[in-house]
């Protein structure tokens, strides 16, 4: 099988793709619930 150059690369994809796109809308869940998450935990995880 061939590999087709042109879509090399590509991946189909259903949805928008916005690149370096940011979720501003957070819940850290400190103070009260750091059981669910805190500032460490929800900080590590944005990042990733």
């Given at each position: 099988v061939k590999k087709n150059s042109v879509d090399a690369g590509k991946e189909k994809v259903k949805g928008l793709i916005l690149p370096a796109?940011?979720?501003m809308h957070v819940h850290f869940r400190d103070p009260g619930y750091p059981?669910?998450?805190d500032w460490?935990?929800?900080s590590e995880s944005a990042a990733c």
């Open positions: 796109a940011l979720d059981h669910k998450e460490k935990t929800g």
